[in-house]
């Protein structure tokens, strides 16, 4: 570019010169600093998203059951005032009604923005999303579409919830090819991933961690911002072992791998997938062939978990650089347990045991 403007510049003055380098200096400069942030929540973070796809886009809705005073979680709070009653509005309790509603809509041009109270809820909707959503394009040829369907849904423990209130039911989702899986982990990534949700051509299943609603908190970019769907990322470096999850159950990996190094002087790399369909490959094959080791944790039941699709994929890809066998962390074959609940969770104290019998082996 630098050179471009000196082959033009022959009738310019040094002066002229000066100023133009000078100014292509300060842009360069410009585009390197750091965003305007905010102290918020992953509640807040959801509603500043919704706020903007509202605002960017006039086409957009955003409905469920009792979104329009907010919900039960107040993510979409103050919606209804800003956006008023056409965009922002409630539905009878019918799940399959609001996605079976939200396809409809989105095959019409609209962005349907659906909220799925409790993600435990979303079974009766399962048939419009796998049979309807995910195949609405392929069916037609590439005619017609429902690309603009965003299903959101409060997902995993919260502490007192039982079976009704606590399942993680993504494994099921990742099975369906037609659609995308996305699992927020923390407020940043929450805004700048529901956003990329909600623009993305195809239809997304955006699972987000209701415990981490109030007590997730961190500098968020003001305004809007996206992060690419299918991309992990690294949340902290290690040379050891690679501990991999997604949404809520990140923090607890986080805080095994602190105690690891603290206790044990063990170096735990955690990747956080973001994305469950379609997954960051890649990012975790690099990391098992740099440490040699690999653990996956999720709240979900272990058996056919995702997790299992992480560990056979990476044993393939990486079987002559495995030191021991990949492990899996993970919520118990039974219904998620009320009383019990401390018993069935993943917790950090037994990824420090598989991460010690790991480098044992």
């Known amino acids: 570019m630098i050179s471009r403007c000196f082959r033009g510049i022959s009738a310019l003055s040094r002066h002229s010169c000066s100023l133009i380098l000078r100014g292509l200096s300060t842009a360069s400069a410009s ?206 470096k290690g040379t050891d072992i690679t501990l991999v999850g997604w949404g809520q159950q990140v923090a607890v990996l986080e805080k095994a791998a602190a105690l690891c190094l603290e206790h044990h002087d063990i170096s735990c790399e955690v990747i956080d997938l973001r994305t469950l369909l379609p997954w960051d490959v890649a990012a975790v094959e690099d990391s098992v062939n740099k440490t040699g080791r690999l653990l996956v944790s999720h709240e979900a039941p272990i058996t056919s978990g995702f997790g299992a699709e992480v560990t056979a994929t990476i044993t393939t890809r990486c079987f002559a650089r495995l030191e021991s066998p990949p492990a899996r962390i993970c919520g118990y074959d039974t219904p998620f347990p009320l009383v019990y609940e401390p018993i069935y969770m993943p917790t950090a104290r037994k990824i420090i045991d598989a991460v010690q019998h790991s480098l044992k082996y």
Do not use: W
């Not at 007192?160 to 989702?173: D, I, V």
């Not at 700048?192 to 997730?216: C, H, N, W």
């Open 31 to 236: 585009t390197s600093e750091k965003p305007e942030t905010s102290r918020i929540n992953l509640c807040t973070a959801v509603n500043e998203a919704l706020a903007i796809a509202l605002e960017n886009n006039k086409r957009a809705l955003v409905f469920g059951e009792d979104v329009s005073f907010g919900g039960v979680f107040r993510c979409t709070a103050g919606l209804l005032q800003r956006f008023g009653k056409e965009r922002v509005f409630n539905t009878p309790l019918s799940e399959q009604g609001i996605v079976g509603f939200g396809i409809g809509a989105a095959s019409l041009g609209c962005t349907s923005i659906a909220e799925i109270q409790f993600a435990d809820y979303i079974y009766p909707a399962f048939d419009q999303i796998v049979n309807e959503a995910s195949k609405y394009r392929y069916r037609s040829g590439g005619e017609f579409n429902c690309g603009g369907l965003t299903i959101r849904a409060p997902y995993g423990a919260v502490g007192h919830g039982g079976h009704y209130h606590s399942q993680s039911p993504e494994g099921f989702f990742t099975h369906v090819p037609g659609i995308k899986v996305v699992m927020a982990g923390g407020p940043a990534d929450a805004k700048g991933l529901l956003l990329s949700a909600i623009q993305d051509p195809d239809p997304v299943i955006f699972f987000e961690p209701k415990m981490m609603y109030r007590t997730a908190v961190e500098e968020v970019p003001k305004g809007e911002y996206t992060i690419p769907l299918g991309k992990a990322k690294v949340k902290r």
